[in-house]
């Protein structure tokens, strides 16, 4: 085989490493679907963060839960809707300082988004939360 002859059998097994390494990675990450389904998830994480911190001010000014969501628009609070279902957040009371919050995920969570508090699977989910109280009444 001549030099040319191994110059381009080597290209040419460059050029497949590097398509099937991109087609893995591809196959790996889940594409560009997955990616911005990822994101939106993160983004009901983060509302769901902003809620939980609206409904905490509104118990710390009120010593009390905000019986729904809307009740937070009167301290002028931006209650966050689902970003492709434009649909609100559940949200109910459950004792008097508890809370349940849900959202309906579209990916699970991994160790790089959705850590900790929201590790969540597909599909409705809920978190109970409690309302802080500390600073009241010596708690």
Known sequence: MTT??????????????????????LIVAGGPGVA???????RRT?????????????YTRHHALPSSLDT????????PVDPVTRAPYRYEVTSATGYR????????????YGRGEWHHGIGPV???????????NGN
Request: glycine letters at 4%; proline letters at 1%.
């Open 4 to 25: 040319t002859g191994r110059v381009n059998v080597l290209a040419v097994i460059a050029v497949v490493v590097v398509a099937v390494t991109i087609t893995a990675g």
């Open 101 to 112: 919050l849900c959202a309906t995920f579209t990916q699970p969570s991994d160790d790089r």
């Open 36 to 42: 911005r389904q990822r994101r939106l998830d993160e």
């Open 72 to 79: 937070l628009r009167v301290e002028n609070v931006d209650i």
């Open 126 to 136: 809920c978190f109970d939360r409690a309302a802080l109280t500390q600073g009241r």
């Open 46 to 58: 983060l509302d769901l963060t902003m809620l939980v911190i609206s409904i905490n001010v509104h």
